[in-house]
C-alpha cells in the first residue's frame, strides 16, 4: 500500500526539493498533489483525500497553522506535518499544540523525514480514520516534553534514549531536543542523568543493591562507566557515598 501526501509550499523550488527527499527514502509515500497554499490545499482536500498533508507555515492566501485549524475543525480524516524557517519556532510550538504529527526544520533532512515516517507507519493501526483523528488529538492534551516526563517517572524508564523518546510523541528527535531544552532549560540527556543520579542516590541510601546492581537498574551497561558518571556529578563514588552513610 502506498500512502498519499499534499505537499503545500509557495516556492517552486522547495516543493521540488522536498518531493526528492521523499522519493529517496524509499518508503510507501507519494506526493499526490502540489498546492501553493493554503486555500488551493484546502479546496483540494475538500473533493481529494491524503493520508498526510505535508505544509509550510508561512504563505500567501492561507498559511499552514489555519490551514491545520480548517482541516481539524472540518474532522478531515489525514495527519498533518508542518515544515518551515529556523526562525520560526514557536509556530511548530503551536502547531504541536494543534495536533500536528510532527514538525520539520528547513532544509529537511532525510534521515529525520525517514525516522518521522517510519513513526507515522508505525502508528497506523486497524480502525476508522475518525478514530485515528481522534486519537490524535487526545495525545497532545499533555504537551509533548510533560508527556516524556510523565512517562519516565510513571514507568521508571531510566535508559530511556532520545530517539525513543521523541517517537513516544510522534516527533523527530532534532525538534524534541530543542523543544525539550527551550521548556526545561536543559537537554534531554542532562536531565536523562540528573534522572538516573537522584535514583541513585536513592538506592545507595535506602537499599543493599550491589554497586554492578544499581548500575544495571539505571540502564548503565557498565558499572564503571556509571561510577565515573555519578562521581563527576556526585562528587563522591557510590562505594564512598555509601560508606559515608553506613560508616564501619
Known amino acids: 500500500m502506498t500512502y498519499q501526501i499534499l505537499l503545500v509550499e509557495d516556492e517552486k523550488w ?15 509515500f507519494t506526493v499526490v498533489h502540489e498546492s501553493t497554499n493554503g486555500m488551493e490545499a484546502w479546496k483540494w482536500l475538500e473533493h481529494s483525500r491524503a493520508d498526510i498533508v505535508l505544509t509550510d507555515i508561512r504563505m500567501p492566501v492561507m498559511d499552514g497553522l489555519t490551514l491545520l485549524k480548517q482541516i481539524r475543525n472540518k474532522g478531515k480524516a489525514t495527519d498533518i506535518i ?122 545507595l541510601e535506602h537499599t543493599t543493591l550491589r554497586i554492578t546492581e544499581i548500575a544495571d537498574r539505571l540502564g548503565f551497561t557498565d558499572a564503571a562507566y556509571f561510577s565515573n558518571t555519578f562521581k563527576r556529578e556526585a562528587g563522591t563514588s557510590p562505594s564512598e557515598y555509601r560508606k559515608r552513610l553506613h560508616p564501619a
Open 82 to 203: 508542518i515544515v518551515s524557517g529556523h526562525d520560526e519556532f514557536a509556530y511548530a510550538q503551536q502547531a504541536v499544540r494543534l495536533g500536528a504529527f510532527d514538525y520539520f526544520l528547513k532544509p529537511v533532512d532525510a534521515e529525520d523525514m525517514t525516522e518521522c515516517f517510519r513513526n507515522w507507519l508505525q502508528r497506523q493501526e486497524p480502525g476508522t480514520a475518525a478514530t485515528k483523528v481522534q486519537q490524535d488529538g487526545d495525545q497532545h492534551i499533555r504537551p509533548p516534553v510533560d508527556q516524556v516526563i510523565h512517562y519516565i517517572e510513571s514507568q521508571q524508564r531510566y535508559d530511556l534514549m532520545l530517539a525513543e523518546a521523541a517517537a513516544l510523541v510522534h516527533l523527530n528527535p532534532s525538534y524534541f531536543c530543542k523543544l525539550f531544552k527551550q521548556q526545561k532549560g536543559v537537554t534531554f540527556t542532562d536531565y536523562m542523568t540528573s534522572v538516573r543520579m537522584r535514583e541513585a542516590v536513592r538506592l
Open 14 to 28: 522547495v516543493r521540488t526539493a522536498l518531493r526528492k527527499v521523499i522519493e529517496k527514502i524509499k518508503l510507501p
